[in-house]
């Protein structure tokens, strides 16, 4: 009887923890659209780009706009000279998440954030994730 009791006990305690564990809670997010001066610190780390250079720079299109329908960015990659600013555009009608160097921005369905491109590292190849989608985009600073 004594180790039916310690099981049971154990049981309870294993399956308490558990619960505790794993919350569907989302209403801790909160959905203020923000701008690029106040971007939300907490983000993924990036794992960086994920396709070869030379196909990068080949897929490339000259530009300062990319539309985020559905968070699959047109143009999947962006060519933009340094300082210049880059507009991402949602025309869908619910809101999305861009993570992009450390930051990450909200912007709600049927309007644009525009930041300016100013990275950590000049001129190289930034890749950006879009809500869960990672890698979505790439910006190529030149």
């Known amino acids: 009887m004594k180790y039916l009791t310690i099981l049971v006990l154990a049981i309870v305690v294993l399956a308490s ?29 990036s794992p960086g780009p994920q396709l070869p250079e030379e196909d990068l720079r080949s897929m490339a299109v000259a530009g300062d706009t990319v539309s985020l329908r559905e968070c699959d960015p047109y143009p999947k990659v962006l060519k933009i000279a340094e300082g210049e600013k880059i507009k991402f555009q949602n025309p869908d009608t619910v809101q999305h998440r861009i993570f992009l160097e450390g930051d990450s921005y909200r912007i709600e369905g049927g309007s644009y954030l525009e930041i300016i491109a100013e990275f950590p590292y000049a001129r190289e190849i930034y890749n950006y994730h879009c809500d869960d989608i990672q890698n979505a985009g790439y910006i190529i600073v030149e």
């Open 17 to 45: 923890g558990c619960v505790g564990q794993y919350s569907s809670d989302t209403t801790s997010d909160t959905y203020d659209t923000q701008t690029p001066e106040s971007p939300d610190t907490q983000t993924p780390e």
